[in-house]
């Protein structure tokens, strides 16, 4: 028979706020959010080997953590037509905690060393800026040629590391991706 175990409902709470000003004047938008998540996540994963050793270090069989996110970006109307967007992201390091693999009669078990959400990577602040000027050609059509920036003060820091106990313990092995740059074209009938 299928069944769900008992009590193993994860539960997610956001609470958002956000500020907008609109382009009346025609100089400058701006969209600012800040987000701000509880996590109560179950920490049995997909398989058959459950066992109480997935319950040790949570809180009634939960992980219980939070996450928030903050950005800001910004439309501003330039001269000559030029218009530039810079987006500013900040995010809350990655939750985790520390786990050490034990041999029981059944095989092999990861289990957790402390509560999940103990340990953190590193805030996450990334920085993008979008630079564009549209040209129009005849009535019906428009080029608008565009210069993006990504990660522009190339931020690596770690987005996931190895949790398990023993010499590679906090090894990165995800960072935020490099200083990327793109010029493009775009034409719109």
Known sequence: VTTNIAGTNSNYYTWEITATK???????????????????????GTGASFTPNGLINTQSGLDVFTNWQAKINATLNLKWGIRLTPILRVQSGVPFGRTFVATTNYGSATILAEPFGDERTANIPIFDIRAEKEFRIWERFRLTGFFDVYNIFNTNDEQAVTTSSGSSFLRPSAITPPRIARLGVKLQF
Not at 25 to 38: E, Q, Y
């Open 22 to 44: 609109r382009n009346t004047g025609g100089r400058w938008s701006l969209l600012a959010s800040f987000a701000k998540t509880w996590n109560d996540q179950t920490n049995l």
